[in-house]
């Protein structure tokens, strides 16, 4: 158990459709990462949040969105789903900005189905 | 950015050591080595990192060429639960959370 826990475990929805997916970081941890994983495209990252503020962005599209609250929780928002968007989405935490001395830690990720 | 080439695919025997090589030709004075992996159905895994020297912990020792172009990881002794896609990535401050896994490499264990 990394301690990093995300909800849901899976989601089923239709194109056109707006989800959320939640992420709380370990205890402690001030970064949150959002990741992508799809069959085609391997683990791609889509954003970072530093102690609320966004730290990095990746190949994010623009119907996406997050955001990190005080308490540190993340919550990613996909809207007008494509079939497309169906994958895994992993979130993760570290305790710096940066994880370059430190590691990250995972979450079980959220499997998101559009139909 | 400083991109790795891994094998897609490797093989071990249970109980046997197992060396995981990367190929890291352009990687820069200021980036760090990371191993992560992902056993099936679940998040990646941190397993190592080092810059320079030879690294070990509980999980794995990391050996890195003394031209940092090259690196290896290796498990001791491989159980069924070492098998995973093992992914090598170069981090610096200036990418550090941004770096994509790629394709890894696909570890099989067999009994």
């Known amino acids: 158990d990394s301690g990093v826990t995300q909800t849901p475990k899976h989601l089923i929805t239709a194109t056109g459709q707006r989800v959320t997916l939640r992420c709380s970081p370990r205890?402690?941890?001030?970064?949150v990462y959002w990741y992508q994983q799809s069959l085609d495209q391997g683990l791609q990252f889509l954003i970072q949040?530093?102690?609320?503020?966004?730290?990095a962005k990746g190949n994010i599209l623009e119907r996406f969105s997050a955001q990190q609250f005080p308490d540190l929780h993340s919550e990613l928002n996909l809207s007008s789903l494509e079939l497309g968007d169906s994958a895994l989405y992993f979130c993760?935490?570290?305790?710096?900005?940066?994880?370059?001395?430190?590691?990250?830690?995972f979450g079980p990720g959220t499997r998101l189905t559009v139909t | 950015d400083a991109k790795t080439t891994q094998p897609n695919s490797m093989e071990s025997n249970e109980e046997e050591p197992v060396h995981l090589p990367c190929n890291h030709s352009?990687?820069?004075?200021?980036?760090?080595i990371h191993w992560y992996r992902q056993l099936p159905s679940q998040g990646p895994e941190y397993v190592i990192h080092?810059?320079?020297s030879n690294v070990n912990n509980r999980m794995a020792s990391l050996a890195i060429a003394e031209d940092r172009k090259s690196s290896t990881l290796i498990l001791h002794r491989a159980t069924l639960r070492d098998a995973a896609v093992y992914y090598c990535?170069?981090?610096?401050?200036?990418?550090?959370?941004?770096?994509?896994f790629g394709d890894g490499t696909t570890l099989t264990v067999k009994p």
């Open positions: 205890s402690g941890d001030l970064s």
């Open positions: 993760a935490s570290s305790v710096a900005g940066t994880p370059v001395t430190y590691e990250q830690y």
């Open positions: 080092g810059l320079t």
């Open positions: 352009t990687i820069s004075g200021t980036d760090y």
């Open positions: 949040y530093y102690n609320g503020e966004e730290r």
């Open positions: 990535i170069l981090r610096d401050v200036s990418n550090a959370g941004k770096s994509t």
